[in-house]
């Protein structure tokens, strides 16, 4: 595979090294590090993976596997060996002292990907406290491997000179970090308020990296959101009007995509932006329906939808339907459409769906409002709809459909009993 971004740099030839134990699907989670490794600039000579019942403690594949991959480093002229899971310090000191070559993990790659990626400042912030986070239990002997890689895959972007510093420094920084992050949080929580006291509906569109989240969002608002077939082209939200078939104004909202096994600290420090969805009040799942992943990539994105608490109802969107099309009656369940982001097609279907399961923007009610709440009726009037009026001695008694952000407003007077005070 050719590497999908020109660097200044010059492309660095990198080994991919993953274990087999039977708790995942090795052979997948490989073939995403390797789409992991060329975007991040790498050119991938290799691919090494090894079945055995638990990791090796020392060095996580066994001696003779790792002789196997030193060989391998030297004849092909290597320059990173990246694995497949989490290394701790000691693991990636006596790997690189086999392999006589830097060592990365796929955290560390996932982050630098961030690093690149990363456009607003929040975005920048965030990653910065992931790669600070990440780095600081692996302060003690992670210089070796860096200084080797001169700037390269896995020491890119914010955070990168906090590894000459000392560990009080970086917990000081971590400390202002999230403190900042904490401030923009409460400002987009504000934000979320002020929508949901104006009655705005939002939908997170969420899902795998890489399956058409932007396309589909410029496809139905022309947002001119980057959309590239690489991975993690998007990182920060990008909140967008649209209308529905009914009439109702929905904000669209694109979050930052999915990997499996998504590193820990990425979930906390991206967690003001994945707030957006679990704040939303309907999550579009899209997947690649074109890709034999596409299950497990519904799969990853419940999963951080359950971990993340997220309330609101999935509706199931198979994107790429042009290319292909899954089995009827597949594990998707019945909230699920079939769209082509690129063409257009099915996108009428999507807004239906979507209208059918958000909550009814009205509501029927039988209200006596008292003189001198002109300007309620007004409202009601506006947002809604007058069915009968008749006026009586203290007020009027009134058959409307209520649109849903009034109806705290109307309830008081709603017309069984309730005090016209």
């Known amino acids: 595979m050719q590497p999908q971004e020109n660097s200044q740099q010059a492309v660095q030839k990198a080994l ?41 403690a020392a060095t996580v594949i066994g001696q003779g596997k790792l002789e196997e991959a030193a060989e391998f480093c030297k004849v092909q002229e290597i320059d990173l060996a990246v694995f497949d899971c989490e290394l701790s310090p000691a693991q990636m000191r006596n790997i690189e002292r086999v392999l006589h070559t830097a060592v990365i993990d796929r955290t560390a790659l996932i982050l630098d990907i961030f690093a690149r990626r990363a456009v607003t400042a ?32 896995g020491t890119r972007g914010p955070g990168e000179t906090q590894l000459e510093t000392d560990r009080r420094h970086i917990h ?39 399956v058409g989240k932007s396309t589909l969002l410029n496809a139905l608002t022309g947002a001119g959101v980057l959309a590239e077939n690489r991975l993690f082209a998007t990182l920060d939200p990008t909140s967008r009007g649209l209308e529905l078939p009914d009439g109702r104004n929905v904000m669209l909202i694109d979050t930052v995509g999915f990997v499996r096994r998504l590193p820990h600290h990425l979930v906390e420090a991206f967690h003001s932006t994945l707030e957006e969805a679990v704040e939303a009040d309907l999550i579009w799942c899209v997947c690649d329906a074109s890709s034999e992943e596409a299950e497990a990539q519904a799969a990853v994105a419940k999963k951080l939808l359950a971990e ?50 958000l909550e009814p923007a009205h509501q029927r009610m039988q209200l006596y409002l008292p003189y001198g709440k002109e300007r309620l009726l007004a409202e009601i009037r506006q947002e809604g709809r007058i069915y ?34």
């Open 16 to 56: 991919l090294i993953g274990l087999d134990t039977g708790e995942y699907d090795a052979q997948a989670s490989l073939a995403e590090l390797e789409t992991l490794a060329v975007s991040a600039g790498a050119e991938v000579e290799g691919v090494l993976l090894q079945r055995r019942p638990a990791p090796e």
């Open 122 to 153: 929040e975005g920048k912030l965030q990653v910065e406290l992931a790669q600070l986070q990440y780095r600081l239990p692996r302060l003690s002997g992670i210089g070796t491997a860096l200084s080797r890689l001169g700037g390269g895959i």
């Open 172 to 210: 000081r920084r971590i400390a202002a970090l999230k403190k900042e992050l904490g401030q923009l949080e409460k400002r987009r929580a504000l934000h979320r308020q002020r929508r949901q006291k104006e009655g705005v509906i939002s939908i997170a569109i969420v899902g795998y990296t890489n």
């Open 308 to 357: 993340l608490e997220a309330r609101a109802p999935v509706l199931i969107v198979l994107n790429k339907c042009d290319t292909a099309l899954p089995a009827p009656g597949s594990f998707f369940g019945e909230h699920t459409v079939n769209i082509s982001a690129r063409t257009g097609e099915g996108l009428e279907s999507l807004l239906r769906k979507t209208t059918e399961m």
């Open 388 to 421: 009968h009026m008749d006026y009586e001695p203290e007020g009027m008694r009134i058959d409307a459909l209520v649109e849903k952000r009034l109806i705290p407003k109307a309830a008081p007077y709603d017309a069984r009993g309730q005090s016209l005070s």
